[in-house]
């Protein structure tokens, strides 16, 4: 009850900024169109609507991460959180307090994508429904790493890390906007070791209902997202005895 409560709040605090909320699921169906209008005039296998639509799917996630370190960051800042320290509520009930309102929100813009993928010709089948609660080990990374950021950041290092530097590192070391094979090295390496490339070949194999390596690239995401949520929790939990 405690975890549902402060969710309410948090749920309500999200919906004073609508501006934000519309941007972060309006945005990736707009370069959705982009890069479909690219590809209608110069053909690239990459832009093919059944491999744009599951990138940019994941590439709009990370703006859960910003939403996650705001919420944390600007409570922080105020004595809304001093005065819950004094309750029963322990760093996890936070954690997943901050966590519960934004997952509905990732798994809507997977969904939004998705319906703008449809629009542009994208084959209607049950393998979007799959997709798209695919998305859910993948927001909880996102989120997980928001709250990470947002327990030791304040707002303005929040919007630079969290704003420009995560979106950047997701598009850049997920494969969404060049083939990582044909840079190969470092690059491509460093790449694999990060979860942004595995998330977007868990969406582009669900779709394309391709479950073979499917187990690989879930368990590199999966353990990023355990790696980020207890890493805030117990940054969290430092934060408190501070406070």
Not at 5 to 29: I, N, Q, S, V
Not at 49 to 69: E, Q
Request: proline content about 4%; aromatic content about 12%.
């Amino acid at each position: 009850m405690r975890i549902l409560t402060f969710a309410k709040r948090t749920l309500k605090e999200m919906l004073r900024d609508p501006l934000t909320l519309m941007f972060g699921l309006g945005f990736p169906a707009v370069l959705i169109l982009l890069l479909s209008a690219i590809q209608a005039n110069i053909p690239v296998s990459l832009f093919e609507i059944h491999n744009l639509v599951p990138g940019m799917t994941v590439f709009g996630l990370s703006f859960m991460t910003l939403f996650s370190a705001t919420l944390i960051s600007k409570d922080r800042e105020t004595a809304f959180l001093t005065r819950l320290y004094a309750t029963p509520m322990k760093a996890l009930d936070f954690i997943l307090g901050y966590t519960l309102p934004i997952l509905p929100i990732a798994l809507a813009q997977a969904a939004f994508c998705f319906v703008v993928g449809i629009i542009l010709g994208m084959k209607l089948t049950l393998n979007i429904l799959y997709s798209i609660l695919f998305v859910i080990p993948i927001a909880l990374f996102f989120i997980g790493l928001g709250l990470l950021f947002g327990s030791i950041l304040n707002q303005k290092q929040v919007g630079g890390i969290c704003g420009a530097a995560l979106t950047n590192l997701t598009a850049w070391l997920s494969g969404i906007w060049f083939d990582l094979e044909l840079v190969g090295g470092a690059f491509k390496k460093i790449a694999d070791l990060l979860p942004f490339r595995h998330a977007v070949e868990i969406e582009q194999m669900v779709y394309a209902g391709d479950y073979s390596e499917l187990i690989s690239h879930l368990l590199w995401v999966i353990g990023y997202a355990l790696v980020s949520i207890i890493l805030a929790v117990i940054l969290f939990t430092k934060q408190m005895k501070k406070g």
